[in-house]
């Protein structure tokens, strides 16, 4: 199931998927996972939201499974408790408890994998 969740602090609709995600799976600010994103990102010489340093990011941090074959939706009714970070092709959305939580609804996109926050 969908819910429509805008972390950004303006409101805005922009390119900070991993920021809306990671912030409200970790319950941090947006502002306090964007200057961690961007510390780490410019350590590595690497763009925040590329997919190869944001997969590394949660690999270091949380258990990854994928599904490549599967959609978002059918995860979040098949995973209805915790706490996922799941990426698809240029997108990370968060799922909590069963609710794909996001700007807009990616319910029938293909996921890549998940990472379960906790």
């Given at each position: 199931m969908y819910r429509y969740y805008n972390a950004n602090p303006h409101?805005?609709?922009?390119?900070?998927?991993?920021?809306?995600?990671?912030?409200?799976?970790?319950?941090?600010?947006?502002?306090?996972?964007?200057?961690?994103l961007s510390y780490l990102a410019n350590q590595d010489s690497l763009m925040m939201d590329s997919v190869a340093f944001i997969e590394d990011y949660l690999d270091d941090r949380y258990p990854r499974e994928c599904h490549y074959s599967k959609t978002i939706g059918e995860f979040a009714r098949e995973y209805p408790y915790g706490k996922y970070a799941v990426s698809t092709n240029g997108h990370l959305t968060a799922i909590i408890d069963g609710y794909i939580m996001d700007t807009f609804d990616p319910s029938n996109r293909i996921m890549r994998c998940a990472w379960r926050i906790s």
């Open positions: 409101g805005r609709h922009i390119d900070d998927c991993t920021l809306r995600a990671i912030s409200l799976l970790t319950d941090r600010d947006w502002h306090e996972v964007y200057n961690e």
